[in-house]
Nanobody
Framework: QVQLVESGGGLVQAGGSLRLSCAAS????????MAWFRQAPGKERELVAAISGGGSTDYAGFAKGRLIIFGDNAKNTIYLQMNSLKPEDTAVYYC?????????????????WGQGTQVTVSS
């Protein structure tokens, strides 16, 4: 059974940084397409960044230049480094993985999801 456990969320002031972690068990990240999504109150869940099993990455427009997705195969974990945070980045952030594909998936077509971690950015 594949499981994802996120951590690293919290409260930060605008302009600050946070690093989210997503530890995977039951499947190696190097064989999986993975991604970070976020969902703000009253809004749909949106894709933030995606990474392939080989380490290729892609980002939503609002994330480019500020957020970085990367993986550590030795720890079987992916991360989302978030810099220059803005109040509009406030959301629950979810990690997602695909058990059937390793290339980047730029959609919600992931079959394993974490429980989410809250990120709150104060102005």
């Amino acid at each position: 059974q594949v499981q994802l456990v996120e951590s690293g969320g919290g409260l930060v002031q605008a302009g600050g940084s946070l690093r989210l972690s997503c530890a995977a068990s039951g499947r190696t990240v190097s064989n999986s397409a993975m991604a970070w999504f976020r969902q703000a109150p009253g809004k749909e869940r949106e894709l933030v960044a995606a990474i392939s099993g080989g380490g290729s990455t892609d980002y939503a427009g609002f994330a480019k230049g500020r957020l970085i997705i990367f993986g550590d195969n030795a720890k079987n974990t992916i991360y989302l480094q978030m810099n220059s945070l803005k109040p509009e980045d406030t959301a629950v952030y979810y990690c997602a993985a695909s058990t059937f594909r390793s290339a980047i998936i730029w959609s919600r077509d992931y079959d394993v999801w974490g429980q989410g971690t809250q990120v709150t950015v104060s102005s």
